[in-house]
């Protein structure tokens, strides 16, 4: 018997995507339910379908460490490309200059 297990439902199909290929990583086989309805329908963007991840039993445990790392992964700090400060991971642009975190450092001067 295949028995899958409804342990997360994700908010449109770009993150159900992301959290399966976390999961597959880890040998943990994932089913997707919500997006053929989503193709049957037709009408939708696919981000107003909620999708949902379903597992094996007994993949429940893992997959619930992995989605709770998921959800609570802090961003880490990060320097400034521009002038060097120190941000907290929660910033998006430096405090000091405005600088965009994702601009990353090219080369080391
Ligand atoms: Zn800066």
Known sequence: MSEWVRVYQAANSLE???IKGALEVSGIKVQLKG???????????ANAI?????????DITQ??????RYQQEPRPDWYCSH???HNAGS???CWQC????????SEES
């Open 91 to 93: 910033f998006e642009l």
């Open 83 to 85: 002038c060097g400060e």
């Open 16 to 18: 159900a995507h992301a």
């Open 35 to 45: 997006e053929a309805l989503a193709g049957a329908l037709g009408e939708l963007p």
């Open 98 to 105: 405005g600088q965009d975190a994702k601009v990353l450092q």
């Open 63 to 68: 997959s619930q460490l992995i989605l709770t």
């Open 50 to 58: 909620e999708v949902t991840l379903h597992v094996r039993p007994k």
